[in-house]
């Protein structure tokens, strides 16, 4: 994968993660809000792996 695309992949889980931790806190469901934290972590991962790749060149 590209940076572009680790990045787009990122924003992605960030995104989703963050709904689906406020909807975990909303209903009290606190399952869905660590699968959301951890998809947010995820993308985390993901955005910094798509500056490496940046940096070094998409062959990292």
Known sequence: MGEL???AKAAG???AGSI?????K???NEELEAE???Q???GSAQDVSG???GALGDDV
Request: aromatic share 0%; charged share 40%.
């Open 13 to 15: 889980n960030k995104a």
């Open 51 to 53: 500056t490496v790749k």
């Open 20 to 24: 689906k931790e406020a909807v975990g």
């Open 36 to 38: 959301g934290k951890a």
């Open 26 to 28: 909303a209903t009290d």
């Open 40 to 42: 947010q972590v995820k």
């Open 5 to 7: 695309t680790d990045k």
